[in-house]
Every structure is written in C-alpha cells, then in structure tokens.
C-alpha cells in the first residue's frame, strides 16, 4: 500500500530548511569571527560576515548563493591555516548541509521551470 503525504505550504522564505540551515550558518559565523584579532575587522572576518549573510539573503539568486558559500568554505580554511581557528569541521559540516540543501533548491527550480515549458510548449 503506498503511502501518501501532503507537502506542506511554505508561506514565507522562512520556513525553507535551507534558509533555517543558512540562518545557523551566518549565527555561527558570527560567533567564530568575534574572537578574531582587531586587525582582521575590515579584512577576513568582514569578509566571512558578508559571505555568510549573502548566503542566507540572496536565497533567491541561487547560484550567488552557491558562490559565497564556496567562497566562505574558502575563507574558513585560510582563517584555519593562519592560526585564528584550529578545528574548521563543524563549520564546514554545516557549509556541506547548506550545499546540499542549495543544490537540491537549485534541481527543483529547474525541473520546475521545465515543466512550465513543456506546458507551454503543449498549447495549440
């Protein structure tokens, strides 16, 4: 016997777990960033904060979002190699989370948009 499920409506960007997974993201990028030197405020941990927040607000522009979360990942590892973090796992864990999450957001808008095509396509 199949199972069946109804999906739930999302009512607000909010209720994405992608944007909740982002939201995390940003929060704890935050934290990690509050203890680095003064002297990186207008530099890395700068960087790091707009990276981490255009993830979360740009949830709509997929592939920017795609982009600053790879350049994040990448800002992650340098503040790791210079001595400011020693472990760099539960922040690249939740980065790999987001990425699926994204990439999944990314294959369902396109597999959505095909179909409005082929609807389209379909009209005499």
Same mark, same amino acid.
């Given at each position: 016997?199949?199972?069946?499920?109804?999906?739930?409506?999302?009512?607000?960007?909010?209720?994405?777990?992608?944007?909740?997974?982002?939201?995390?993201?940003?929060?704890?990028?935050?934290?990690?960033?509050?203890?680095?030197?003064?002297?990186?405020?207008?530099?890395?941990?700068?960087?790091?904060?707009?990276?981490?927040?255009?993830?979360?607000?740009?949830?709509?522009?997929?592939? /920017?979002?795609?982009?600053?979360?790879?350049?994040?990942?990448?800002?992650? =590892? %340098? +503040? !790791?190699?210079?001595?400011?973090?020693?472990?760099?796992?539960?922040? /690249?864990?939740?980065?790999?989370?987001?990425?699926?999450?994204?990439?999944? =957001? %990314? +294959? !369902?808008?396109?597999?959505?948009?095909?179909?409005?095509?082929?609807?389209?396509?379909?009209?005499?």
């Amino acid at each position: 016997m199949e199972q069946s499920y109804q999906r739930s409506k999302i009512e607000s960007f909010t209720n994405l777990d992608t944007w909740k997974k982002s939201y995390e993201l940003v929060l704890m990028i935050y934290s990690l960033t509050k203890n680095f030197p003064k002297d990186e405020l207008f530099g890395l941990v700068s960087q790091m904060r707009r990276c981490g927040v255009s993830v979360k607000d740009k949830m709509h522009f997929y592939n /920017i979002s795609r982009g600053s979360l790879i350049e994040l990942h990448n800002q992650i =590892l %340098i +503040a !790791q190699g210079i001595g400011y973090i020693t472990s760099t796992d539960e922040y /690249i864990k939740q980065l790999t989370t987001v990425h699926k999450l994204l990439n999944g =957001l %990314i +294959a !369902q808008s396109k597999l959505r948009l095909q179909k409005q095509r082929d609807v389209g396509n379909q009209r005499p």
